[in-house]
């Protein structure tokens, strides 16, 4: 296990947590976080520092399933709106 450490771009530091891997940290961290990059600052099994700025969100984002608001695309958000007007019964 090892410590990551998290910063946004406003500079706000996230709790530094332990995770097994860099994938897992981000997934996890990913949800409180709504900026389209964060820092991530953690030791790899050689012992080196690695500091980094990373692109969020990671994953699977195709379908449109529980993306918060702030990373879905105009053409997300277009169908999202659609989908909500022809469940209240008047969408085109």
Do not use: C, H
Not at 33 to 46: D, F, L, P, Q, T
Not at 61 to 78: L, S
């Amino acid at each position: 296990m090892r410590l990551f450490t998290f910063e946004t771009l406003d500079g706000s530091e996230i709790e530094s947590k332990e995770y097994k891997g860099l994938k897992q940290a981000l997934f996890d961290v990913q949800r409180s976080i709504k900026g389209r990059s964060v820092r991530v600052m953690y030791k790899n099994k050689g012992d080196n520092d690695i500091d980094r700025w990373v692109k969020i969100p990671i994953g699977r984002k195709k379908k449109g399933f529980q993306i918060p608001e702030p990373f879905m695309t105009a053409k997300m958000k277009k169908k999202e709106e659609e989908k909500k007007a022809k469940k209240q019964g008047y969408g085109g």
